[in-house]
């Protein structure tokens, strides 16, 4: 799946423009799904690209995307924090 965004934000971004708003949910996108596959690092690479993605007069929607970043964040945090409880009761 991140190749399928991967290669339609390339088709948004020579049609539209590197900062449109469109590229950044492409970007956005592509890390829910990192996240989902457990590829934490790729996900933090494109939430950060987002911030670059957006001029400020979309200042609204970079907002929007910000706040879905830090819940993303924030569920790996409790899932990363779970998964710790779960291994530490398994080993004892």
Same mark, same amino acid.
């Given at each position: 799946?991140? +190749?399928?965004? !991967? ?10 423009? +590197? ?24 996900? &933090? +690479?494109?939430?950060? /690209? ?7 007069? %979309?200042? !609204?929607?970079?907002?929007?995307? &910000?706040? /879905?970043? %830090?819940?993303?964040?924030? !569920? ?17």
């Amino acid at each position: 799946a991140p +190749e399928q965004y !991967s290669q339609g934000m390339e088709i948004e971004k020579s049609f539209y423009g +590197e900062n449109h708003p469109y590229v950044a949910i492409s970007l956005s996108n592509m890390g829910n799904v990192y996240v989902s596959q457990a590829e934490y690092q790729k996900a &933090l +690479e494109n939430y950060s /690209r987002i911030q670059t993605s957006y001029p400020s007069d %979309f200042s !609204s929607l970079k907002q929007h995307h &910000l706040s /879905r970043f %830090f819940l993303s964040w924030t !569920s790996l945090y409790l899932w990363h924090k779970n998964y710790l409880l779960i291994e530490s009761n398994l080993s004892n």
